[in-house]
């Protein structure tokens, strides 16, 4: 089974990416499985239903998410669908936890696969999650293993990915980082868990980790105190890596990178 996951999009520039570059990507690689995170898929930040349904029109199954969920307002009514996860260790006594499931179940080919969106202890998200490392411990317990087990853990340090990882190696089948729109060299199979530190991002190519970079150089230059995460409107990139698991043991046989250039 092959299954594609796509990192961050961002923006215009990763819709049009994703538009031009996923058709292609699914036809030449056998796809059966299309995931993205979408947290920051409408002008940078949350997902709306225009571009929800857009991306599902260009191929997108299964939608992820992360800190930048819960912009816009309609993003309710997103959570409400059956190929949408937020994330899973949400403080039980907030509002935001009330909408949506922190993990999903869903066939392909025959095969039960779970997905599941965590937030990290070191993304910043108003103290909106708990820790994700004995909540998710207590998932595994109270849930029954399925097939195939895909993790997308948002979060900011690729040390506590690389905790996160090291924790839960064999206990599932893929950790995916995203949230901080670099796509890592360290892609690698550990004790039959697929693993990258950072799927990458899907955007402008030529800003600042995807936004535009006026405000933000002002801000690293001593000019400002804060910057302004508009999308960049440069030539897109498109980041996802290729998992690919084997039919009769569902253990990953491969996790290959995708780092696609717009042609300048």
């Not at 599932?172 to 670099?182: C, D, K, M, P, Q």
């Amino acid at each position: 089974m092959n299954i594609l996951f796509i990192g961050d999009i961002f923006g215009k520039s990763g819709r049009r990416a994703i538009k031009n570059e996923l058709p292609k990507l699914i036809k030449q690689n056998n796809i059966d499985c299309v995931i993205a995170n979408a947290e920051n898929t409408t002008h940078g930040r949350s997902l709306s239903i225009k571009h929800y349904n857009e991306l599902k029109s260009a191929g997108v199954e299964y939608f992820t998410f992360g800190n930048h969920t819960w912009h816009l307002e309609e993003v309710l009514d997103i959570l409400k669908n059956p190929n949408v996860v937020r994330p899973l260790n949400l403080d039980p006594n907030i509002k935001e936890s009330k909408y949506g499931n922190g993990s999903i179940t869903f066939k392909v080919k025959n095969k039960t696969i779970r997905l599941t969106n965590l937030l990290g202890n070191t993304v910043e998200c108003h103290k909106m999650q708990t820790n994700p490392f004995p909540l998710f411990a207590q998932f595994l317990k109270v849930n029954k293993p399925t097939d195939i087990h895909i993790v997308d853990l948002h979060t900011e340090t690729t040390s506590e990915k690389n905790a996160f990882f090291l924790t839960f190696a064999s206990k599932v089948n893929a950790i995916l980082g995203t949230h901080t729109h670099v796509q890592s060299a360290d892609e690698k199979i550990y004790k039959d868990t697929a693993y990258i530190t950072d799927v990458g991002m899907t955007g402008g190519s030529l800003g600042v980790i995807g936004a535009e970079p006026e405000t933000i150089l002002d801000m690293f230059m001593g000019k400002a105190e804060r910057f302004r995460l508009a999308p960049s409107k440069s030539k897109y990139q498109f980041n996802a890596v290729l998992l690919q698991f084997d039919d009769k043991t569902n253990k990953p046989l491969a996790i290959k990178r995708i780092y696609i250039y717009e042609l300048q």
